[in-house]
């Protein structure tokens, strides 16, 4: 993936967590639209034209139901990890000039981690300097 007009939009990724959440079934446009309902507002409208981008974009493949051609079913050609790869590239990219450490930093700084979160995180830290 890799580029900024490849990866999906806030309201696209709504989409492919619900695309996702099948673990690697298909799903229909309407049980899409159910799962989003349940998190967010939409129109079916919205949700076409949307699943028209992420087809376009290579992240969504689909297959017509051999039983009624108005049915597709949507699978992910991407998974969320490589989705957040990308979007955790080019946010360091953006924001940090490519300083990875300074973005870490920043992040780390800004936020309320709990003890246990910090021994999380040296943990992450010693694998990564072990592992290289």
Known sequence: MGNEEKMPTEREWLLMEAIWDCKGESITSGEILKWVLKRARMSDRAERVLLH??????????????????????FAKCSREECLKSKRE???????????????????????????????????????????
């Open 53 to 74: 981008h992420l087809v376009r974009k290579g992240l969504v493949g689909y297959t017509v139901d051999e039983h009624d051609s108005r049915v597709y079913h949507y």
């Open 90 to 132: 080019f946010f360091v990219d953006t924001y940090y000039g490519g300083n990875s450490a300074g973005a870490a930093a920043s992040f780390i700084q800004g936020l309320e981690l709990s003890a246990e979160d910090l021994k999380e995180l040296e943990k992450i830290i010693k694998s990564r300097k072990k592992n290289g």
